[in-house]
């Protein structure tokens, strides 16, 4: 057994405190210092395309029926406000497809809902399938990331008749 020394006074002992933690901390810094390991491949999630694919098997089109409305200005003012929340950013405040949102790096260019070529004009249950599925170039598959049915169908609605006809709701 190797036997210890007491210290000769306090400032030996302070001193010998004060290099080993000096000396702890260097290592610590120099472990610190080394190269990050490289990171191991990380799972994804599905891409934008599965998760479009998703939304359309998902998509139910017979829950629409069972959707009343106290009147067709609820309908259309609850549309006006699901619109503006969630519609305005990227097709612009009154539908042109001129929102100027950019997502990935670029400025998206939607399709205007006041063009008279657009092509949900005149398919209902179409356009909501579309709203509720989305698009890989960067529509939102909104029936899995946030409205309701009946969102969807409000919002459909006002598309289809008062944003068209240029009525404005609160």
Partial sequence: ????????????????RTSALVLTLLSVGLVACEPAPAPQAQQQGPSRADSVGMAMQAFDASVFDT??????????????????????????????????????????????FLAPEWGFATEPMAL??????????????????GLKYRDIDAVAYFLEGPLRAGIRTN
């Fill in 1 to 16: 057994m190797v036997a210890t020394r007491p210290f000769r006074n306090e400032k030996e002992y302070t001193m010998r």
């Fill in 67 to 112: 959707i009343a409305w106290e009147t067709q200005e609820a309908r259309a003012s609850r549309g006006g406000l699901v619109f503006r929340i969630s519609c305005q950013k990227c097709h612009g405040e009154h539908g042109a497809g001129d929102g100027g949102f950019v997502l990935d790096g670029e400025t998206l260019q939607p399709p205007s």
């Fill in 128 to 145: 909501r399938r579309y709203i509720f599925s989305g698009n890989v170039a960067g529509m939102p598959y909104w029936g899995l990331v």
